[in-house]
T-cell receptor, first 115, second 114 residues
Framework: AQSVTQLDSHVSVSEGTPVLLRCNYS??????LFWYVQHPNKGLQLLLK??????LVKGINGFEAEFKKSETSFHLTKPSAHMSDAAEYFC?????????????FGSGTRLQVQP | EPEVTQTPSHQVTQMGQEVILRCVPI?????FYWYRQILGQKVEFLVS????????KSEIFDDQFSVERPDGSNFTLKIRSTKLEDSAMYFC????????????FGDGTRLSIL
């Protein structure tokens, strides 16, 4: 079975300060991991993906995430928050061993950016 | 950049009525999906579709639900007799390949059952 835990339901940062959104996963075999972002009244946009290549993955809009197998984590970071980063962020896992293609979503983290 | 498009953006329907949600996946994609998000809850997988048949479905996807790709471009989700608990945001997604190929999502259809 596969699952994802997003450790914070809400994160609030000031503009220009670093962002850290935490994600831990559980997977019986080699996982592929994704971060998606959802702005209000919009769909889910892919930020970045990890698929067993480099463990440090760079995505769009200055975001990156590091896959740490020993910690079963895939935290999302950004050095400097921008007001436009305010949105809901979802950590997502798919396990390659099961043959399933269904994504398993975390419960989401709402990022607020204060001016 | 190619997009997945969904129509309508908001659908209001009386309980017990049939509803069809429409999606146009990215044109060269081969795998298609429906997910839903009940207000305040996680995004949940409903069904995946490949080669004109369902390849996987969740326990949510019962006999009231069906999917179809009627004309090679549209991908539809039908709910035969809607219930209050079907109220949710429904997202369509498509992917170029299976496995760990990223799924690209539409903006969703908000379904409100009265």
């Amino acid at each position: 079975a596969q699952s994802v835990t997003q450790l914070d339901s809400h994160v609030s940062v000031s503009e220009g300060t670093p962002v850290l959104l935490r994600c831990n996963y559980s997977s019986s075999y080699s996982p592929s991991l994704f971060w998606y972002v959802q702005h209000p009244n919009k769909g889910l946009q892919l930020l970045l993906k990890y698929t067993s290549a480099a463990t440090l993955v760079k995505g769009i809009n200055g975001f990156e995430a590091e896959f740490k197998k020993s910690e079963t984590s895939f935290h999302l970071t950004k050095p400097s928050a921008h007001m436009s980063d305010a949105a809901e962020y979802f950590c997502v896992v798919i396990s390659m061993d099961t043959g399933r293609r269904a994504l398993t979503f975390g419960s989401g983290t709402r990022l607020q950016v204060q001016p | 950049e190619p997009e997945v498009t969904q129509t309508p953006s908001h659908q209001v329907t009386q309980m017990g009525q049939e509803v069809i949600l429409r999606c146009v996946p990215i044109s060269n994609h081969l795998y298609f999906y429906w997910y839903r998000q009940i207000l305040g809850q996680k995004v949940e997988f409903l069904v995946s579709f490949y080669n004109n048949e369902i390849s996987e479905k969740s326990e949510i996807f019962d006999d009231q639900f069906s999917v179809e790709r009627p004309d090679g471009s549209n991908f539809t989700l039908k709910i035969r007799s809607t219930k209050l608990e079907d109220s949710a945001m429904y997202f369509c997604a498509s992917a170029l390949g299976g496995g760990n190929q990223p799924q690209h999502f539409g903006d969703g259809t908000r379904l409100s059952i009265l």
